[in-house]
């Protein structure tokens, strides 16, 4: 973990995006064009109800003529809307809990080869999926659900809230050479870097009330993104014709999927495991939701010095001050992340008409996160356990730490362009 930033790359990590996949492609080889043809117009098929008879006729198709990695990471994410969109329909409460085996059997084959579950997961709807629209970096999503820009609001906020915290990983490195080498000076200045991509991470993460409406997640987008593990409506879960005789559970997309914050959980020694029995087995499971390479470099982390145990042993106020900085940080993301759940998903919960379903009904969600825990207690517990880690012997201050001004963005280009140029 010393030697270069190299080394980083190794576990899919770009030195401009992190865990974001950089440059994802955009169009698969034309034996997958009926595939594609049906991911690109989802919300028209949904609407006009022909979307699961274009299902049911597709073709059986190899992924042997996937070559590559990014190949198989646009095929990953096409196959999980398609599922996503048989599966939850036009969002009614009218289920499929059979997925054919037409899409099926390539999908789990797929799924196996690249180490992910055949579902929609946080690596394909954000990490996958987005493309520059021009050289100058304006960006757009690749794919699309029903809810108009709802879904182009809220998995590119999400994009940029990964990107503008991504130089944190830069910083590992050297963290780690200043621990063995016992070098507080050199370690401040790097904690000091990762506050600062924290708080305009969290800067970003504010911008998601311009782009996506309450409404439209609550009742459209957060449909599409529901799995079925964790989900009453699917107490046996989804069978996959053809690959298993029995029904299988898996969670749907969940920012807890991503790899940056429970990096730096890690790397501050964060113990979510001392949270609570289920949030740390949420956090665990929802590991196996990422990319290999990223499951590989978290446990390489595990495996680092401790920063937290030499900050609390050896080093001094100023340094304590500044590592205090970044778990506070860390909690005033999941502090935000709690309001937004409230606003996105509690609220609109509690506005429906009279003698109307939600779509936790329909979805069989109710009081759970897309990817099936119990939301609000989860979020809570992380922020929690976060918050019980700052050191309390010193306390944290924010005079004199410059931050980019990323609050004046107005739209998802702009805000793609300040982070890109951080």
């Known amino acids: 973990m010393e030697d270069s930033w ?3 790359e190794d576990y899919h990590i770009d030195e401009e995006v992190g865990f974001a996949l950089p440059n994802p492609l955009e169009e698969l080889p034309g034996d997958y064009a009926a595939w594609t043809f049906i991911a690109k117009n989802l919300p028209e098929l949904i609407e006009n109800g022909q979307l699961r008879d274009k299902v049911e ?13 990014k190949p198989r990471r646009l095929a990953h994410l096409v196959l999980g809307y398609i599922t996503m969109a048989y599966v939850w329909n036009q969002g009614d409460g009218d289920v499929r809990k059979v997925l054919p085996s037409n899409i099926a059997i390539p999908y789990c084959k797929l799924s196996e080869k690249l180490g992910l579950p055949p579902i929609l997961v946080y690596a394909d709807c954000v990490l996958a999926n987005w493309k520059k629209k021009d050289p100058s970096g304006n960006m757009d999503v690749l794919f699309s659900f029903p809810g108009g820009d709802c879904g ?3 998995f590119l906020v999400s994009l940029f809230v990964e990107i503008a915290a991504s130089p944190a990983i830069k910083m590992i490195p050297q963290i780690f050479s200043a621990v063995r080498h016992q070098d507080q000076d050199t370690l401040q200045k790097a904690l000091l870097h990762i506050a600062f991509c924290l708080q305009e991470a969290l800067k970003v993460f504010q911008n998601i009330h311009e782009y996506v409406d309450p409404k439209s997640f609550f009742n459209v987008l957060r449909i599409y993104l529901s799995g079925w593990k964790g989900n009453p409506q699917f107490s046996e879960g989804l069978l996959y014709e053809g690959v298993w005789n029995i029904p299988k559970k898996f969670s749907g997309g969940s920012a807890a999927q991503s790899s940056i914050f429970q990096c730096l959980d890690i790397l501050l020694g964060i113990e979510q ?32 010095p401790s920063v937290r145990a030499f ?5 001094g106020a100023g340094l304590q001050e500044v590592y205090n900085k970044c778990v506070q940080a860390l909690v005033s993301l999941r502090n935000y992340h709690l309001q937004i759940v409230t606003k996105y998903v509690l609220i609109p919960a509690s506005q429906k008409p009279k003698g109307s379903r939600t779509s936790e009904e329909l979805t069989g969600q109710e009081n759970r996160g897309t990817g099936g825990s119990d939301v609000m207690n989860f979020l809570k517990t992380v922020r929690n356990t976060t918050k019980k880690s700052l050191l309390k012997d010193s306390i944290v201050t924010t005079k004199g730490t410059h931050m980019a001004d990323v609050s004046t ?9 300040s982070i890109m140029t951080l």
């Open 273 to 304: 495991s001392h949270g609570g029995r289920s949030a740390a087995e949420f956090l665990q499971e929802m590991r196996t939701y990422m990319p290999p390479a990223h499951q590989d470099f978290l446990r390489s982390l595990e495996l680092g």
């Open 152 to 154: 182009k609001g809220f």
């Open 311 to 315: 900050v609390v042993s050896e080093g």
């Open 409 to 417: 963005v107005t739209t998802l280009e702009d805000m793609a362009h």
């Open 57 to 69: 006729k597709l073709p059986m198709l190899s992924i042997d003529g996937l070559h590559g990695y």
């Open 6 to 8: 190299k080394i980083l």
